[in-house]
């Protein structure tokens, strides 16, 4: 059977460095699903996340990462995907991600409420998502 390389990166360094049979990404134009011998593609992600169906593993078993915006490029059977954060299922922390989403939700309503609400309520918007995406990813809500 084929397979394809994928790599995730990080300010942080490399998080996911393993062999893959096929993954699922969602781009700015829409979901994403990858083959071996894929054509050649760069596309801008969203924060959501990543399905990897990982080579030799039984039908069904699949690592995902949570993955907060970035660009994922694909050539050679080689998908690099570089992000400002990402995390696998198992690195993240399931209460701290809980509190964020409460706090996002919070200023969402505070700035909801305050005279100047457009950066704030954009940026408590996103913290919201990435915190559900995350969690969605520790609990495999896909």
Excluded: C
């Excluded at 700015?28 to 699903?33: C, H, I, P, R």
């Excluded at 011998?37 to 992600?45: A, E, G, T």
């Excluded at 305050?114 to 408590?124: E, F, M, P, Q, Y």
């Amino acid at each position: 059977m084929s397979s394809f390389i994928v790599n995730i990166v990080t300010p942080s360094g490399v998080i996911y460095d393993h062999e893959a049979k096929f993954l699922v990404a969602s781009t700015q134009a829409g979901s994403l699903g990858v083959l071996p011998n894929h054509s050649p593609l760069i596309s801008p992600l969203n924060i959501d996340a990543l399905r990897i169906d990982l080579v030799g593993e039984e039908e069904g078993v699949s690592d995902w990462v949570a993955v907060n915006g970035g660009i994922i490029e694909i050539r050679d059977n080689v998908v690099s995907i570089i992000a400002n954060s990402a995390e696998t299922e198992e690195d993240i922390d399931v209460s701290r991600a809980e509190e964020a989403k409460k706090r996002a939700k919070a200023k969402i309503e505070e700035a909801k409420q305050s005279d100047n609400h457009d950066i704030d309520l954009a940026r408590a918007q996103v913290a919201l998502t990435r915190a559900i995406n995350r969690l969605n990813v520790a609990n495999k809500k896909r």
